[in-house]
């Protein structure tokens, strides 16, 4: 059984073949839901949005409660879980890409700061 959430066909295509590529099925996934906190006022208050979502072979446990529609927050914990797993086999990622860029982005400028620093050789 495929699920499909409230976003576009795109997402929850690209969503399935992640998971996919990651070996992760439904079956394999314990969802519940949960009051969140926060913001919303009364219809926060008295629905459960927040899902939470444990990946039985590995553990791996995530709490998603981003927006007020239980559906989208579905479809972002099962991203967010995604993510985690991919993490822990190793497996580059959007954010650890974001991470090296910022990381060499540090290291050029050090190196412009000390060779601007540096002290001039007497001639």
Do not use: W
């Not at 993490?87 to 000390?114: D, F, H, I, Y």
């Amino acid at each position: 059984m495929t699920l499909t959430f409230a976003v576009s066909p795109e997402k929850n295509e690209e969503l399935r073949r992640r998971m996919a590529a990651l070996g992760v099925r439904e079956e394999d996934l314990e969802e519940s839901f949960v009051r969140a906190s926060g913001r919303g006022g009364q219809h926060v208050n008295k629905s459960s949005t927040c899902v939470q979502l444990r990946h039985r072979p590995t553990g791996i446990e995530v709490k998603c409660a981003e927006g007020r529609s239980q559906s989208l927050n579905r479809f972002f914990a099962r991203r967010l879980l995604l993510d985690r797993i991919a993490a822990t086999m190793g497996v580059p990622t959007a954010k650890n890409a974001a991470m090296e860029k910022l990381r060499r982005q540090k290291a050029r400028r050090g190196r412009k700061a000390a060779q601007k620093y540096r002290e001039p050789t007497p001639p």
